[in-house]
């Protein structure tokens, strides 16, 4: 839910809304093109449509800062089990193990189109903490600070000192703790799981290696597939933000992206990564990818992110820091709660801090109760957000119109870029030209 920053840069915050809904009629001309699928060997995305980042903390930076754990290829993660001597555990380190795996290892695979080989090492017995449980003073939002003796510190120091004659950590890119599920609150009351990426903690390895991008896990999530919070929290180890609000609601939706993608809604039914996350994280090749900088019309076609090959993503930028992103949503393996198949449109601001909303999704059906209304763990009102054939969408300096679907599902779109929005300059000036934008 959190991850730890190498550094803090104080920007001023800016309002982000969603590209709102149009009825307005306009020409279409011009064609781009279907983007075939090709090959990718994890490089960064690059290029005008690659946003930079303003911090090296996670953020939707295009380009992940070194010391998160690579996404690409195989990625090795070792895994922990923690109790403690007044709430021992209920079950064996392979019944709490079985909760996670091989769920996410699958997850990452068929999210990546298999270009991530996520492999887990458990280290099958229970490491009983020296303390009990409330004396670590764990609670949300407790930190790593290795002034007071407690906290995470504390724990993991224990940790080491029980797993490092068994464990090289020199072989892994992840390290998992799943906490006995009956230590704290249950997740219902309190959501405590937690990620420490990006930068060392302080600690070190007797391997001699950072002890870092490591994620807790605390009690048990609802919903038909509660391994996701750990889909989630290793998502802040390869560099991914929270996209729900974590303070500050203020009247705001919650979940701007809704279940779009388990950095916003990780409880409940499956759901997949964001297009855009997908080519932050290197599972997209170049040609996968629509960067649309000039002006004029575009006719361009988008695969549903569920199934693998065909262009996936449409990135118009707005400014050195925001963008608009198009992509296909349909039903699929990891997708089960799309009720409304259609061409997602969000706006991604990499000047916006993990857990303020960084990305917002337009909300094609605004003041629909939503398609999906089963489960209290996805917002239901967003659940019938993509855009379909005949709607139109506008942002600043962008219209997007669906045209429909073809026989293989692949859905069509028109794109016009208008010239007023190159060189588009300051997040500013972006910022009161979409103060008019959709519902937010």
Not at 256 to 263: A, Q
Not at 278 to 288: E, F, S, V
Not at 306 to 334: F, H, I, M, W, Y
Request: proline share 9%.
């Amino acid at each position: 839910m959190k991850s730890l920053a190498i550094a803090v840069m104080v920007f001023t915050a800016l309002t982000l809304t969603s590209p709102a809904p149009s009825r307005a009629g306009a020409g279409d001309a011009g064609s781009g093109g279907a983007a075939a699928e090709g090959e990718t060997d994890g490089r960064p995305p690059s290029g005008p449509c690659a946003l930079p980042g303003v911090t090296r903390q996670v953020s939707e930076a295009a380009r992940t800062p070194p010391g998160f754990a690579r996404s690409h290829g195989t990625v090795r993660a070792v895994t922990l089990f923690v109790d403690f001597p007044d709430v021992p555990a209920e079950g064996t380190p392979q019944e709490r193990y079985a909760e996670f795996f091989p769920a996410v290892a699958d997850f990452y695979r068929a999210s990546s189109y298999g270009r991530l080989d996520y492999r887990s090492t458990p280290l099958p017995r229970w490491i009983r903490m020296a303390r009990p449980y409330a004396s670590y003073g764990i609670e949300r939002g407790a930190s790593f600070d290795a002034g007071g003796g407690n906290g995470y510190h504390a724990l993991s120091r224990e940790i080491l000192a029980a797993a490092d004659g068994e464990v090289d950590f020199r072989d892994y890119d992840l390290v998992n703790v799943l906490v006995t599920p009956n230590a704290g609150p249950p997740a219902t009351e309190d959501v405590r799981s937690v990620t420490f990426a990006g930068a060392p903690t302080g600690l070190t390895t007797g391997d001699g290696v950072p002890f870092q991008n490591v994620s807790f896990i605390w009690s048990r999530q609802t919903g038909n597939s509660p391994y996701r919070v750990l889909n989630h929290e290793n998502g802040h180890a390869f560099g991914l933000p929270d996209l729900y609000y974590t303070s500050g609601l203020t009247g705001r939706t919650r979940t701007p992206v809704g279940h779009w993608d388990p950095m916003d809604e990780d409880w409940g039914p499956s759901n997949d990564f964001l297009a855009w996350h997908k080519w932050k994280l290197g599972w997209l090749a170049p040609d996968q990818v629509h960067c649309l900088t000039g002006p004029g019309t575009r006719t361009l076609t988008l695969t549903p992110t569920s199934v693998a090959g065909g262009a996936k993503l449409a990135v118009v930028p707005l400014s050195r820091t925001r963008a608009v992103t198009l992509e296909a949503r349909a039903p699929g393996p990891l997708d089960h709660t799309v009720c409304r198949p259609g061409v997602l449109v969000s706006t991604v601001a990499t000047d916006v801090a993990s857990g303020d909303g960084p990305v917002r999704t337009s909300d094609a059906t605004p003041g629909s109760a939503g398609c999906y209304t089963t489960d209290p763990n996805v917002n239901a009102r967003l659940s019938d957000a993509p855009y379909v054939a005949g709607q139109r969408c506008l942002a600043p300096g962008v219209s997007v119109k669906v045209l429909g679907q073809d026989a293989d599902g692949r859905w069509r779109v028109s794109v016009t870029v208008r010239p007023r929005i190159l060189g588009a300059g300051s997040p500013a000036a972006v910022s009161r030209r979409s103060s008019a934008g959709g519902p937010g």
